[in-house]
């Protein structure tokens, strides 16, 4: 286990501050996060485990600031919630048994893959819509589906389930944005638990980003009502891609090598 030293933690909390106030606007707080904790040396699924409390911090402190200005849907969202706190937890119950050497190859890959996402992702705006599909339908296939992935990996899902509430369910920008927080702090939970049980957290660095993203978290949500995502979400992507390209580089990745080889 990486020996913490308190400049690191300090230094990822920091990070941790930034990327909470990020994640209540537009999500893709872990974007930031991940990456800083990949690249100050800890293992890829502590890291990962890691960066879900101050995910769940983060998320859960967005979810309190809506519920107090009453934006969140609880009658439908609660079953949503449920099964996304299910789909959390056994994505990360599963990330247990990928190996090292795939996870150190696949993360920079999905970096980029959800900074695409974020580039050539629809406009938002705040018009409701009629829903695609029945909220039931939603809440057994595109809540678990996401939380799934927030297990295993988890940076962009935020944004994720703003889409798809503005998408498929027809919900305005706010309305997803409050709604959006509500089941990613579910499957933030749900994979805290399982990550807790199996011992992977490192947690005097988890609580001090835990700390940290919920206050930034506080920030961001009210600025989020008024400012909304335009100016976070380019940010984001190029920070994104920086850490990305910073994994890549780093000795001994794998991809990073063979992309060496490749282009030497």
Partial sequence: MLEVEMSIVIG??????????????????????????????????????????QAASATVSATVAFTR??????RSGLPMAVMSFIGGGLGAYSLSYLPKLALETLVPVLLIVVALYFSFAPQLDSQSRKAKIPSIVFCLLCAPFIGF?????????????????????????????????????????????????????IWPIALAMAFAAFVGAQLGARCAVRFGSRLIKPLLITVC???????????????GQFLSSVFS
Avoid at 13 to 35: E, Q, R, S
Avoid at 69 to 74: A, G, L, Q, S, V
Avoid at 151 to 170: H, Y
Avoid at 241 to 255: F, H, R, S, Y
């Fill in 241 to 255: 891609c920086i850490m990305a390209v910073k994994l890549l580089l780093t000795p001994g990745n794998p991809l």
């Fill in 69 to 74: 200005k009453r934006m969140i849907e609880w």
């Fill in 12 to 53: 990822l909390a920091m990070v941790a501050f930034f990327a909470g106030f990020f994640d209540a606007i537009a999500g893709g707080g872990g974007l930031i996060t991940l990456p800083a904790l990949l690249i100050a040396g800890v293992d890829p699924v502590a890291a990962i485990a890691t960066n879900k409390c």
């Fill in 149 to 201: 992935y927030d297990g295993v990996f988890g940076p962009g899902v935020g944004s994720f389930f703003m889409v798809a509430f503005v998408m498929i369910m027809g919900q305005g920008i706010l309305q997803a944005m409050a709604n959006s927080k509500l089941l990613n702090a579910s499957c933030n939970l749900g994979a805290l638990l399982v990550f807790s049980m199996l011992g992977t957290i």
